[in-house]
Nanobody, 121 residues
Framework: QVQLVESGGGLVQAGGSLRLSCAAS????????MGWYRQAPGKQRELVAD???????NYADSVKGRFTISRDNAKNTVYLQMNSLKPEDTAVYYC???????????????WGQGAQVTVSS
């Protein structure tokens, strides 16, 4: 089994920064795409950013220029650096892995437990 463990959420004032980390553990040979989603109260879960194994990143328009996604393939870890935070960024942030290879088989769609990010005005 593969588990995703997130860390780095918290409370910050508007304009501040936070860094989220998500480490995948288990019998892992390779991970394809990794990403971050968020869900605010009363809203649907939305993509924040994702990144391919080769490092190509994609961002939601609402976070472009403020957030940076990166990954360390050797550590099976993905990061989200969040700068210039706004109150509307307040949400639970979820790490996501789309495909993991364990041995010769691929398994799809893993989620972290969620990390609360609260931005005060």
């Amino acid at each position: 089994q593969v588990q995703l463990v997130e860390s780095g959420g918290g409370l910050v004032q508007a304009g501040g920064s936070l860094r989220l980390s998500c480490a995948a553990s288990g019998t892992i040979a390779s991970i394809d795409g990794m990403g971050w989603y968020r869900q605010a109260p009363g809203k649907q879960r939305e993509l924040v950013a994702d990144i391919t194994r080769g490092g190509s990143a994609n961002y939601a328009d609402s976070v472009k220029g403020r957030f940076t996604i990166s990954r360390d393939n050797a550590k099976n870890t993905v990061y989200l650096q969040m700068n210039s935070l706004k109150p509307e960024d307040t949400a639970v942030y979820y790490c996501h892995v789309d495909r993991v290879r364990t041995g010769v088989r691929w398994y799809s769609d893993y989620w972290g437990q969620g990390a609360q990010v609260t931005v005060s005005s």
